[in-house]
């Protein structure tokens, strides 16, 4: 007879994959995430079908926690700005407070062994911070350009800003600060 799953072993084979993604890639052995999260790899079969189901999986989570993270106390009825400042800071704080999760969601961001399912449900969940971000761009000195180039400008603002928030710590607010001002005005003609 089978033993029945544990959500808590499925929880540490994930947050094990997290951390060995994030180092290694998702191109790591079963059998280091297996060890890491405490299991033989039998297991991490018992609770994924394969290393792909378990990759998208963990994709999904991930794209969870951000979602989670930057919707907790999001002022939906705030100015563009406001809501614009609040998912930058969220996000920020994030990448810097986490950067094994934040790593390993960049691995998997660029990984073939994503599906588009895959990707596309990942997309669904933070459908209201894609739909602020094209807001943004559309009104802006981006109006002109592609709503995913303001995105990837964004992107790269805060990866530089959580850099610097990770090193200096106490200067967090000045970096997020700064951070969220330089896309602001990159993007808007306020």
Same mark, same amino acid.
């Given at each position: 007879?089978?033993?029945? $799953?544990?959500?808590?072993?499925? #929880?540490?084979?994930?947050?094990?994959?997290?951390?060995?993604? @994030?180092? +290694?890639?998702?191109? %790591?052995?079963?059998?280091?995430?297996?060890?890491?999260?405490?299991?033989?790899?039998?297991?991490?079969?018992?609770?994924?079908?394969?290393?792909?189901?378990?990759?998208?999986?963990?994709?999904?989570?991930?794209?969870?926690?951000?979602?989670?993270?930057?919707?907790?106390?999001?002022?939906?009825?705030?100015?563009?700005?406001? $809501?614009?400042?609040?998912?930058? #800071?969220?996000?920020?704080?994030?990448?810097?407070?986490?950067? @094994?999760? +934040?790593?390993?969601? %960049?691995?998997?961001?660029?990984?073939?062994?994503?599906?588009?399912?895959c990707r596309e449900l990942g997309s669904a969940m933070l459908a209201e911070v894609e739909?602020?971000?094209?807001?943004?761009?559309?009104?802006?000195?981006?109006?002109?350009?592609?709503?995913?180039?303001?995105?990837?400008?964004?992107?790269?603002?805060a990866e530089t800003t959580m850099g610097f928030v990770q090193r200096e710590p106490d200067?967090?607010e000045r970096y997020r600060r700064a951070g969220f001002d330089a896309f602001w005005r990159?993007?808007?003609?306020?």
């Amino acid at each position: 007879m089978a033993r029945p $799953r544990s959500e808590d072993k499925r #929880n540490a084979i994930l947050a094990a994959a997290t951390e060995v993604v @994030a180092a +290694h890639g998702p191109s %790591a052995p079963t059998a280091r995430i297996s060890r890491a999260a405490g299991v033989a790899e039998g297991t991490l079969f018992t609770y994924f079908d394969d290393k792909d189901a378990l990759l998208n999986e963990l994709y999904l989570a991930l794209k969870r926690d951000v979602r989670d993270t930057l919707m907790a106390g999001y002022p939906a009825s705030a100015s563009l700005v406001d $809501r614009a400042r609040h998912v930058w #800071n969220r996000y920020v704080d994030w990448g810097a407070s986490q950067p @094994a999760k +934040h790593r390993a969601m %960049a691995q998997l961001a660029v990984s073939d062994r994503v599906t588009a399912q895959c990707r596309e449900l990942g997309s669904a969940m933070l459908a209201e911070v894609e739909a602020l971000v094209h807001g943004v761009a559309w009104r802006g000195e981006m109006a002109d350009q592609p709503p995913a180039f303001a995105a990837a400008i964004l992107m790269a603002l805060a990866e530089t800003t959580m850099g610097f928030v990770q090193r200096e710590p106490d200067e967090a607010e000045r970096y997020r600060r700064a951070g969220f001002d330089a896309f602001w005005r990159a993007v808007s003609k306020e």
